[in-house]
């Protein structure tokens, strides 16, 4: 059995340190893509069915999403670290401290999950009054956030599972997993909000217990595979016990990781608590229009995962030259592709807007919103790669440079000060935001992110 299961492991395993970079990189990454793509697609389904509610509870799920999503973005740092440890172990043919990383990552990411679940959950009455969750969107912004913090944790030992497969180069295991869980909450998602059956009618509160119960049936199948014997990597029991000099070298890689996914995160958090001030329409369009924009960013954040993962084969392998090249080859075609699905949302923006809510007002401002950030796509595509390579060489410092100037520094300046000139404040932050896509891979190029990863790469082994 240890040696079939070892064969599909070897099998399903994708080497980018030998043969042509770009089948390689789309054979690594379409798995990514596809998994990404399933995960939003469930949000979108949440935001289906939620929207048949009405737009207080809409906007309650657009008011807690980036929260929710901030707290495993912190966290998250550390299975960022995790993966480039393993595909770097992978690539020098290590695969026993490929595995102990993988367990050694998975407790630590656990614990700071959980504790941020927790301090959330504490803190839930100050959160909603910093978001402007009050009046109508109270009681279902309560209700949901409530149930959906602690999910996170769950959420974060499948990504853990995630990034330890990705790192040995296998997508494929993962996004079937991706699939059963999208699956079950797609399902639940009726029956728990409107009560069909036997199920109680929870509401809105449905939708976050749907997410908390398929996720934990992932993170439940992912330890099951991650413990079992045979496969490319195996967690013995005793590897779970913390080991702090490794610990610390996880913080190390992981802390400017986690500051980067926290930096987008809280922009979108800020963002929100800015949006509700103009009432539950202005909410709803922007919860909308985030979503549908997360759904291209996953292609985004799949193909750098991919990149990450051959950067680091190839740095643990001694081969640079090729790390780079891996680099270029992802950034210039998610760069196409994105710029190609941008201007899809620009042109069909009322009928992506208008197939969540009947609502003509939520309609006209998320056509609006879809309009404007739709011309970015492409360049912030391009810019979610190269910071996926960064962090594939361990230099997850400049991702994280990247990152707040890209989140924080400009589109708050940008959004004010064309809300102030335009005396139309939300015109102003969805400018904004678009402002921040151009800007931002403006300073990559300033920072000749590309052009020096040959040189930079050299030193990023941090085995």
């Known amino acids: 059995m240890a040696t079939v299961k070892s064969r599909a492991s070897r099998r399903n395993k994708i080497d980018l340190t030998q043969g042509a970079v770009a089948p390689k990189l789309l054979q690594l990454a379409a798995p990514l893509v596809a998994g990404n793509i399933l995960q939003t697609v469930y949000n979108l389904v949440d935001m289906f069915w939620v929207g048949k509610l009405g737009a207080a509870e809409v906007a309650a799920v657009s008011i807690v999403f980036p929260t929710a ?9 550390v299975t960022i670290a995790g993966a480039a440890l393993v595909s770097q172990w992978t690539g020098a043919g290590d ?9 050694q990552m998975l407790v630590l990411a656990t614990a700071i999950a959980t504790l941020l679940a927790g301090l959330a959950y504490w803190g839930r009455f100050a959160l909603m009054a910093f978001l402007g969750a009050t009046g109508d969107l109270f009681d279902p912004t309560l209700a949901y956030l409530s149930i959906i913090f602690w999910s996170v944790p769950f959420t974060f030992i499948f990504y853990s599972y995630q990034s330890a497969l990705r790192g040995v180069g296998d997508t494929i295991r993962p996004m079937f997993l991706v699939i059963a869980s999208n699956v079950v909450n797609m399902v639940l998602d009726p029956f728990l909000i409107f009560g069909w059956g036997f199920f109680p009618e929870l509401g809105v509160a449905g939708a976050a217990w749907a997410t908390l119960l398929s996720r934990l049936l992932a993170a439940v ?13 195996t967690i013995r029991p005793k590897q779970l016990i ?45 919860g909308i229009g985030v979503r549908v924009m ?25 081969q640079s030259d090729r790390a780079a090249r891996v680099a270029w080859v992802g950034t210039f075609g998610d760069l196409l592709l ?16 208008g197939a969540f809510v009947n609502d003509p007002a939520v309609i006209a401002e998320g056509t609006n919103f879809l309009r404007v950030t739709g011309w970015g796509f492409g360049l912030g595509g391009a810019l979610m790669v190269i910071q996926g390579a960064f962090q594939g060489a361990g230099r997850t410092g400049y991702s994280m440079i990247l990152s707040l100037i890209e989140s924080l520094v400009i ?38 992110a590309l052009g020096r990863l040959a040189s930079k790469f050299s030193g990023g082994d941090y085995r």
């Open 69 to 77: 999503w901030l707290l495993i973005s912190i966290a998250m740092g």
């Open 95 to 103: 695969h026993e401290q490929a595995s102990f990383s993988v367990a």
């Open 221 to 233: 199948i992912g330890l099951c595979f991650l413990f079992a014997p045979g496969g490319a990597l």
């Open 242 to 286: 913390p080991h702090w000099p490794t610990q610390y070298k996880i913080l190390n890689l992981g802390v400017p990781g986690g500051v980067d996914g926290a930096a987008r995160s809280f922009s979108a958090v800020a963002m929100v608590a800015l949006i509700t001030r103009f009432g539950p329409v202005a909410t709803a369009a922007y």
């Open 294 to 318: 997360s759904l291209v960013w996953t292609i985004s954040g799949a193909v750098g995962q991919g990149v990450g993962v051959g950067v680091g084969q190839n740095l643990g392998a001694n």
């Open 338 to 353: 994105l710029s190609a699905l941008g201007l899809t949302a620009v042109a069909f923006a009322p009928e992506i807007v």
């Open 411 to 448: 589109p708050f300046a940008a959004g004010v000060a064309v809300g102030v000139a335009a005396g139309a404040r939300r015109a102003g932050s969805v400018v904004g935001l678009l402002f921040v896509r151009c800007a931002g891979i403006c300073d990559g190029r300033k920072l000749d």
